[in-house]
């Protein structure tokens, strides 16, 4: 087995170039996914084309209109660490602060995160929830998606062949927002069993806005408007919040594996959604 061409290129668009020129290249940001893969013999690529001589592709702005721009190569520890995220923004900082542990953290990147999707990852609930939306860039040119379309099954996204994610951007939302993310997980640093990513509005103790995204309990987050309409309106009353956890567990699609069966996931969804939704709102008083 020979040894994959290394390509350095320094900007996005040769990137996606070299890319499509190659069925058989992978891009390579952060390494701490892919690099494991290559190491265990489970991918081969022919070449690989990094990510981290183009200018301008890591890095956290804020802009006038208060949404935040994040760059594809910026590490999980520049996210979790960031002052940028504001209001319900914060549930993506939270997210990334739990992500693995610090070496990780100092590897991986959010662009290949969520180009990987891993069921079990932290940022695509928090995304869907934060109603995130994905800059993609390819041959074609760029275009955006809500993060609900990027993740369309187990490890796929929308990205076509040669396409790049180049940014994720976070709307600014409503500035009494709060976010908050619930991460269950066997032991401190490991994938979610089951998380729950927030950004909950109070008015006068009502809920008037609510977002609630479920991650690891199927091919990608669960995000219910009908269970978000249960709690609209209400004080986030036990009733409310009952309904909308039952609704949301019979709309995932977990399965077996080794950190907990399909039955475990689903039982736990409503107490895991209770548990984030009352934290939300605590820190909303
Ligand atoms: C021990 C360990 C524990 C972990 N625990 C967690 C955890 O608890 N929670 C969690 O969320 N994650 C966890 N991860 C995953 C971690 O967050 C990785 O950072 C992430 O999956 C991959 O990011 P990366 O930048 O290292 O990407 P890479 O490993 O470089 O690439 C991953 C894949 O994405 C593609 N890719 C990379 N960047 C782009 C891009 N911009 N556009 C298109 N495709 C791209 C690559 O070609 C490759 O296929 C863990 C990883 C390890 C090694």
């Known amino acids: 087995m020979s040894a994959p061409l290394l390509h350095m290129p320094d900007s996005l668009k040769e990137a996606a170039r070299l890319l499509a020129a190659d069925p058989e290249a992978k891009c390579l940001a952060g390494g701490a996914t892919l690099v494991a893969m290559m190491n265990a013999g489970l991918v081969q690529p022919s070449a690989l ?55 990780v953290r100092n ?36 275009r955006r998606l809500k993060a609900a379309e990027f993740f369309t099954d187990w490890y796929q996204t929308a990205l076509e062949p040669g396409e790049l994610v180049a940014a994720i951007h976070l709307p600014a939302g409503d500035a009494r927002a709060i976010g908050h993310y619930d991460k269950l997980a066997r032991v401190e640093g490991d994938y979610a069993t089951a998380s729950v990513a927030v950004v909950l509005t109070l008015a006068g103790g009502i809920c008037t806005g609510i977002a609630i995204a479920v991650g690891a309990c199927g091919p990608k987050p669960v995000r219910l408007a009908e269970a978000e309409r249960k709690l609209i309106g209400s004080e986030l009353d036990d009733a409310s919040l009952a309904a909308a956890g039952v609704l949301l567990a019979d709309a995932a699609d977990p399965v077996d594996d080794v950190r907990a069966s399909a039955d475990y996931r689903r039982l736990v969804i409503p107490r895991l959604v209770r548990r984030a939704v009352r934290a939300a709102r605590a820190l909303a008083r």
């Open 49 to 103: 084309v990094s990510l981290r001589k183009i200018e301008g592709l890591a890095g956290i702005e804020r802009r006038a209109d208060g949404s935040v721009r994040i760059g594809a190569m910026t590490r999980h520890r520049i996210t979790a660490n960031s002052s940028e995220l504001a209001a319900g923004q914060t549930v993506v900082k939270q997210a990334a602060s739990v992500i693995a542990n610090p070496p």
């Open 107 to 142: 590897m991986g990147t959010m662009g290949g995160s969520i180009a990987f999707a891993d069921p079990g990852a932290d940022y695509p609930p928090a995304l869907v929830a934060a109603d995130a939306e994905i800059e993609l860039l390819g041959g074609g040119g760029t």
